[in-house]
């Protein structure tokens, strides 16, 4: 799917624009020049001119460095002055019809006021994502009531805050299927999926366990209404533990398949932090995990190597391993040293679990996660 930048780009060729300069100190830090002037223009905030003399500043239609330009991005006051090339109006005539990312706040007033807060920050962050593929306009906050315009310190005028129901605003805009984002679906999100008009992401932030299971109900009230409803669940390697659950985290990787076309592991592995990681290295350890008796006393043993492998696809650092391992009760050995001690070991199975048994007193040889 294009960006904003790649629509920017199209309409610059086609007026024969190889390079673009400004007229001022802005954009010179921005990551994403073409972007990020791209979306000042949708605003309505500037324009690209023709200017006589070339600009000291300049870069190709990839951000990269050149010598000045005779077209330069100028804001709208200059239109007197300067030969306007590209014009937000004409810009926003070429944009694709991208889908709304809508964010449901149907469960506003289960929240405490913390909560309210998080979700608030979540909706920012959650535009901040998509100005950086799209516009930013294309999302839309459901169920805006006053409470959350007093709150929300994003840009109200940029995002579409809709005080009415979902099935309302989708109505509207005349889309009568969705993908539902819901961890409690059957089916896993898929490219098939990225041909709807609308995606919904539960606006809820669950620090006290006590919105269990509320997205399904968001998918229920839209299909009470007659919406077709997709419920889509992002799962890492088949699993929902370890996939980052917060609002903007989960456009994020909608975004980065969608887009970037990447897959869902490598999207989750982006998207994810520590804290995620450990969830499911919490989850994946125990499964790993070999018991020792010694001398009476049981071991729960788990390969050093392991290591590599989880953070090869879950975001952790050594510090992370170790805090789970602790949490656990698990010790991890090297390889060689597991070898070993199944080579002086006998198995048994005791109460139906299997043990290897060490009847010497060999306990020295064990070392707590070293
Ligand atoms: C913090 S979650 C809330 C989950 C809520 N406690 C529940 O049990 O339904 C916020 C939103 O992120 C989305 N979400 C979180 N994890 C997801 C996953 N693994 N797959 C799809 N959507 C997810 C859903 O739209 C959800 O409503």
Same mark, same amino acid.
């Given at each position: ?74 804001? %709208?006051?200059?239109? =007197?002055?300067? $030969?306007? /090339? @590209? ?7 070429? !944009? ?73 605003? %989708?109505?509207?805009? =005349?889309?009568? $299927?969705? /993908? @539902? ?7 896993? !999100? ?181």
């Amino acid at each position: 799917m294009k960006t904003l930048a790649d629509v920017f780009r199209e309409a610059l060729r086609e007026k024969g624009i190889e390079s673009l300069g400004v007229l001022s100190k802005r954009f010179r830090k921005s990551r994403n020049k073409l972007q990020d002037v791209a979306v000042e223009i949708i605003n309505g905030k500037g324009a690209i001119f023709r200017v006589p003399e070339k600009t000291v500043v300049a870069w190709d239609l990839y951000g990269k460095r050149v010598e000045g330009s005779h077209y330069a991005y100028a804001p %709208l006051c200059m239109m =007197e002055k300067f $030969e306007p /090339v @590209l014009t937000p109006e004409e810009l926003r005539s070429r !944009l694709p019809d991208w889908p709304y990312f809508i964010i449901d706040l149907y469960h506003w007033g289960r929240h405490t006021q913390k909560e309210k807060g998080k979700v608030c920050l979540q909706v920012s962050q959650s535009y901040g994502l998509l100005r950086d593929y799209f516009t930013g306009r294309e999302l839309a906050v459901t169920w805006a009531n006053e409470e959350f315009r007093r709150m929300f310190n994003g840009p109200l005028d940029r995002i579409t805050a809709y005080e009415g129901p979902t099935a309302e605003f %989708l109505a509207e805009k =005349e889309i009568d $299927e969705v /993908v @539902l984002l819901d961890p409690w679906a059957d089916e896993v !999100l898929s490219e098939e999926d990225f041909d709807v008009k609308a995606f919904i992401i539960g606006g809820i932030v669950d620090t006290g366990g006590t919105k269990k299971k509320t997205t399904p109900k968001i998918g229920e009230g839209l299909e009470s209404a007659g919406i077709k409803v997709r419920r889509r669940k992002i799962v890492l390697r088949g699993d929902v533990v370890g996939v980052p659950d917060r609002i903007n985290r989960i456009l994020g990787i909608i975004l980065k398949m969608m887009v970037e076309r990447k897959s869902m592991d490598e999207a989750v592995y982006e998207m994810q932090e520590p804290l995620h990681a450990r969830w499911r290295l919490r989850k994946e350890l125990p499964k790993r995990a070999i018991r020792y008796k010694v001398d009476g006393k049981t071991y729960r043993v788990v390969e050093k190597e392991l290591f590599d492998y989880y953070s090869s696809w879950l975001k952790i650092r050594w510090e992370d391993f170790v805090k789970v391992l602790r949490e656990l009760d698990l010790i991890a050995l090297e390889r060689k040293r597991i070898h070993h001690l199944n080579k002086i070991s006998n198995t048994r199975i005791i109460n139906g679990k299997l043990y290897r048994v060490i009847l010497l007193k060999k306990a020295a040889m064990l070392c707590y996660n070293c």
